[in-house]
Nanobody
Framework: QVQLVESGGGLVQPGGSLRLSCDASGSVVRMLAMGWHRQAPGKQREPVALITAVGSTNYADAVKGRFTISRNNAKNTVYLQMNNLKPEDTAIYYC?????????WGQGTQVTVSS
């Protein structure tokens, strides 16, 4: 069983930056991909960024050029560096680890972009 814990959310002004972290514990084996999703009030959860086991990345159009996903395999940690944040980035951010036989989600961390 894989457990995920996100951290790094908070309140930031438009144009600011935040770095989210997601630490995994448990049987993190045969990892296929790690990703970040977000859910804004009244909206469905949507993918934000993905990094595969071989290091390929993919981003939602809304965050391309502003967000960067990275990982530390030795620590089973995935990060999301978010720059030039906009009010529309306000959401709960969830990390996700997918591997052979598991699809784990964290509890989410709130990101609020407001002046």
């Amino acid at each position: 069983q894989v457990q995920l814990v996100e951290s790094g959310g908070g309140l930031v002004q438009p144009g600011g930056s935040l770095r989210l972290s997601c630490d995994a514990s448990g049987s993190v084996v045969r990892m296929l991909a790690m990703g970040w999703h977000r859910q804004a009030p009244g909206k469905q959860r949507e993918p934000v960024a993905l990094i595969t086991a071989v290091g390929s990345t993919n981003y939602a159009d809304a965050v391309k050029g502003r967000f960067t996903i990275s990982r530390n395999n030795a620590k089973n940690t995935v990060y999301l560096q978010m720059n030039n944040l906009k009010p529309e980035d306000t959401a709960i951010y969830y990390c996700n680890f997918r591997g052979a036989g598991y699809n784990a989600w964290g509890q989410g961390t709130q990101v609020t972009v407001s002046s």
